[in-house]
């Protein structure tokens, strides 16, 4: 079950009253907010991957792109295992790209990979001792083709697939064809195609509208906020990714009957998951935006029996998986915080995609 999710969105702004953004990535937005406001408006599903943080987890603040192969290695093992490098689109290419990009995930604050319908990007602020006129430098020198302007303020550098083939063994993500740098912002953006690139840099430069002007997903995200790693679905793609529609027909009536049983749940409007640090270690917050306080409480009992028993259509038990530390409504959320029962944290990879207890369609 492990390592079942490849994709998936996320994430946060302040909400007060409404819709409210925090001030930005100076230091008074959330690196899970500065994130969201870089994404589309269109995105679905966006993942997000606070690096520094994972870093600092680990207890692994020196290591870098330019550190011994073993000390890399291990660090991004430690993130494996704990499932903080799960939702990430880079950290697969992370010692492959090291070497002729100069860079990885290592030397990130953070990354958000945003999947829509047009198109799919990654976004990567540069940590501060990465310097975005050696990025730049290092596209040309590896052969893409620069930009005819703003080579190091939004232009998109072409690569494909070719180049790619040519730089390493195979593990470097598609999304590394083509490249736009902003250096004042320190960002990085990636993308398999060239257009989605440059539209993605529109969103930056606050020219297109951003999923930080998507009221349900800032609900959905805000009690995500201080995250390690998140995702956030939102509507329909929260139904999609959780129905149990494409399960067998045995498994599709042993769930119903277990939705009836435990009272039914109703849609929900938007669904976030974040691995976090808790009192007794890493734990997983699930958020579940619905359109009032009242509906978000009165899931609140169902989905609470749900998290326990067979997990249809998955093998085992919930029980086996994670321990219910406490449901609760914040706004128009259904909030739960599962910890998990081994010692390594494996929730993400096990239950996002999980068609019961997370099912967004009804019952």
Known sequence: ????????????????????????????????QSALATLSDGTLTANFTDWSGVREELAATDVTSGSADRARQEVLDAAYEDDLSALSGLAGSALEMAEPFGWSVLDLDWEAFGQAREGAVIVARLGDLLDPADVVAGLGELGYREPEAEPDSGGVWQGGPDLLARLGEGNLTPMLEHVAVLADERLVVLSDSPDYAARTVDVVRSESDSLADVRDVVATAQPLVGALAAVVHRSPRGCMVTSYDSASAADRQLAAARVAEAGGIQPHQGLGFGIREGSAGLELAVSMHFESAAAAERDRVPRTELAGGAAIAQGGTYDERFDLASATVVGDDLVLVLRPVESRMSLVSDLVSGPLLFSGCGG
């Open 1 to 32: 079950m492990r390592r079942s999710l490849v994709a998936a969105v996320v994430l946060a702004v302040a909400l007060v009253s409404g819709v409210v953004m925090a001030a930005d990535d100076d230091g008074l937005r959330s690196p899970l």
